[in-house]
Nanobody, 125 residues
């Protein structure tokens, strides 16, 4: 069983930067595509970014393209989300997830099998 724990969330001003981390324990996730999702109050959980098992390919939601960067370190069993030029609209609980059956990149929450507890990101104006 893979356990995921997010960290790095907090309060940041608009235009600032924040780096989220997702540490995996238990069974290795080296072969799993990984994704970041977020859920704002009153909204459905939405896709943010995903990365292949090797880190060779990434995919981003239009709302974060050019501002966010997903990466992974398989030696450390950690995936990251670098958030730059954050906006108030980025305020949400951010979740990392592992896609155990994926061979590429998928963007639907239901495609992912393991989820972290989430970390709150609040962007002030």
């Amino acid at each position: 069983q893979v356990q995921l724990v997010e960290s790095g969330g907090g309060l940041v001003q608009a235009g600032g930067s924040l780096r989220l981390s997702c540490a995996a324990s238990g069974r290795t996730f080296r072969s799993y595509p990984m994704g970041w999702f977020r859920q704002a109050p009153g909204k459905e959980r939405e896709f943010v970014a995903a990365i292949t098992w090797s880190g060779g390919s990434t995919y981003y939601a239009d709302s974060v393209k050019g501002r966010f960067t997903i990466s992974r370190d398989n030696v450390k069993n950690t995936v990251y989300l670098q958030m730059n030029i954050v906006k108030p609209e980025d305020t949400a609980v951010y979740y990392c997830a592992a896609d155990r059956y994926g061979v590429g990149i998928r963007i639907r929450p239901n495609d992912y099998d393991y989820w972290g507890q989430g970390t709150q990101v609040t962007v002030s104006s």
